[in-house]
């Protein structure tokens, strides 16, 4: 009955030191894997029909319709942009990215991210959030994908982005290929 009983516990201590330490086993294939595009045409102050995104925030005295010279440091700006599943923009969108950009340093292109793409089509149903540090100078820049609703719930990994086209300072269109790493 003693040896029993003290296999019992020894076989507990060693689930228990199992569970205290995960396993730290990377997953280095993705479970999922997308690739769409996000159409941006910042509005200038004669495109309000056309217009998915606005500058909010400026530095003092800066005109809300044009970026800030120097790198557009201190614009802030908010976007409801069509996703598309092709680089045209006039293509059928399969749901909106939602958020805002903020351009945060002096001496060089790059902003800051925080956004949402809302799915909607026959495809794909939910949410996928995403933030992160955007060096726009880099040919491609990767940002944090930190969850999901819907198909993608709870879903975490990274989205490469590339600057796909841009027309001056009034449109551009961003590829983002979104390889998940936790699927549930």
Same mark, same amino acid.
């Given at each position: 009955?003693?040896?029993?009983?003290?296999?019992?516990?020894?076989?507990?201590?060693?689930?228990?030191?199992?569970?205290?330490? /995960?396993? +730290?086993?990377?997953? $280095?294939?993705?479970?999922?894997?997308?690739?769409?595009?996000?159409? =941006?045409?910042?509005?200038?102050?004669?495109?309000?029909?056309n217009?998915?995104?606005?500058?909010?925030?400026? /530095?003092?005295?800066?005109?809300?319709?044009?970026?800030?010279?120097?790198?557009?440091?201190?614009?802030?700006?908010?976007?409801? $942009?069509?996703?598309?599943?092709?680089?045209?923009? !006039?293509? %059928?969108?399969?749901?909106?990215?939602?958020?805002?950009?903020?351009?945060?340093?002096? +001496?060089?292109?790059t902003?800051?991210?925080?956004?949402?793409?809302?799915?909607?089509?026959? $495809? !794909?149903?939910?949410?996928?959030?995403?933030?992160?540090? =955007?060096?726009?100078?880099? %040919?491609?820049? $990767?940002?944090?994908?930190?969850?999901?609703?819907g =198909?993608?719930?709870? !879903?975490?990994?990274?989205?490469?982005?590339?600057? =796909?086209?841009?027309e001056?300072?009034?449109?551009?269109?961003?590829r983002?290929?979104?390889?998940?790493?936790?699927?549930?």
């Amino acid at each position: 009955m003693a040896a029993i009983t003290c296999s019992v516990i020894i076989f507990l201590m060693f689930l228990s030191l199992c569970s205290a330490f /995960p396993s +730290n086993r990377r997953q $280095d294939k993705p479970c999922k894997n997308l690739i769409l595009y996000f159409h =941006d045409i910042i509005y200038n102050g004669e495109n309000a029909g056309n217009a998915t995104s606005a500058i909010v925030a400026a /530095p003092e005295g800066a005109n809300l319709t044009k970026l800030a010279g120097q790198f557009h440091f201190g614009n802030i700006a908010v976007f409801d $942009d069509p996703i598309t599943l092709d680089n045209n923009l !006039h293509s %059928k969108p399969v749901g909106r990215a939602q958020g805002f950009y903020i351009y945060d340093t002096k +001496n060089t292109y790059t902003s800051w991210l925080g956004f949402t793409f809302v799915l909607n089509s026959t $495809d !794909h149903q939910g949410t996928i959030n995403f933030a992160g540090a =955007d060096p726009l100078m880099q %040919k491609s820049r $990767d940002i944090s994908v930190i969850g999901g609703t819907g =198909d993608f719930f709870m !879903h975490r990994g990274v989205a490469t982005i590339v600057t =796909d086209a841009f027309e001056g300072e009034v449109y551009f269109r961003l590829r983002v290929d979104i390889k998940f790493y936790e699927c549930w």
